[in-house]
């Protein structure tokens, strides 16, 4: 069935490396993808997003690169940190769906000091 | 500061019983949703309201009911004929569609 899926369940890196989160989806209606992270008991937050018009879209250390015609999204985490350790959600919209979002299962990032 | 608050965060409760979570936003947002993360796994939606005295069933709804008479309120009420009621519950907020959506900080159901 449609699913927005990620590729990894759980991600290790080193503190100072470079992270990246892959994401996986299938509804070629899709027009707006949201990346959260979430930590242990808490809900999610908000880190980025990208609309269907943009491939590739920057914030503070983080990057999302949008790929439509593989269906995939990636989020990059530059100079990873121990407080960004966490599991981290893509979402996506699907515009013929009244705006809901379809959360994936989400990668488990665990950074190294 | 406006933001979302659940309550409780932890609640606890005897199978057959219903039990209603609560849910209150300041951020004047017009659509509200209600969320189940079971562990290990995404989000899925419940039921989401998109305006005061309207609401629709998300992939999940069975089990479950909810109201929306104020636009700061969404509670949701989880009811005996839920099967499987354990779970942590999010509820977020919105603007307009399109737009990331805001969570509470969620409220952990048990059900022995």
């Known amino acids: 069935g449609e699913s927005v899926g990620l590729h990894l369940p759980t991600l290790s890196v080193q503190e100072g490396d470079n992270s990246i989160i892959n994401c996986a989806y299938s509804?070629?209606?899709?027009?707006?993808f949201i990346w959260y992270k979430q930590e242990s008991g808490k809900g999610p937050q908000f880190i980025i997003d990208i609309r269907s018009n943009m491939d590739k879209r920057q914030g503070q250390r983080v990057t999302v690169l949008l790929n439509k015609t593989v269906k995939h999204l990636s989020l990059q985490i530059a100079a990873t940190q121990p407080g960004d350790s966490a599991v981290y959600f893509c979402?996506?919209?699907?515009?013929?769906?009244?705006?809901?979002?379809?959360f994936g299962q989400g990668t488990e990032l665990s950074v190294k000091p | 500061d406006g933001g979302i608050t659940q309550s409780p965060k932890y609640l606890f409760r005897k199978e057959g019983q219903n039990v209603t979570l609560s849910c209150e936003q300041n951020l004047n947002h017009d659509a509200m949703y209600w969320y189940r993360q079971d562990p290990g796994q995404g989000l899925r939606l419940i039921y989401y309201?998109?305006?005061?005295?309207?609401?629709q069933k998300g992939d999940i709804a069975e089990g479950y009911s909810v109201s929306r008479e104020k636009k700061e309120s969404f509670p949701l009420t989880v009811t005996s004929a839920q099967k499987n009621p354990t779970a942590f519950y999010l509820c977020a907020s919105t603007r307009v569609p399109n737009s990331p959506l805001h969570f509470g900080n969620g409220t952990r159901l048990t059900v022995t």
């Open positions: 509804n070629s209606a899709s027009d707006y």
């Open positions: 979402a996506e919209n699907r515009g013929n769906q009244g705006g809901k979002l379809i």
């Open positions: 309201s998109q305006i005061v005295n309207d609401f």
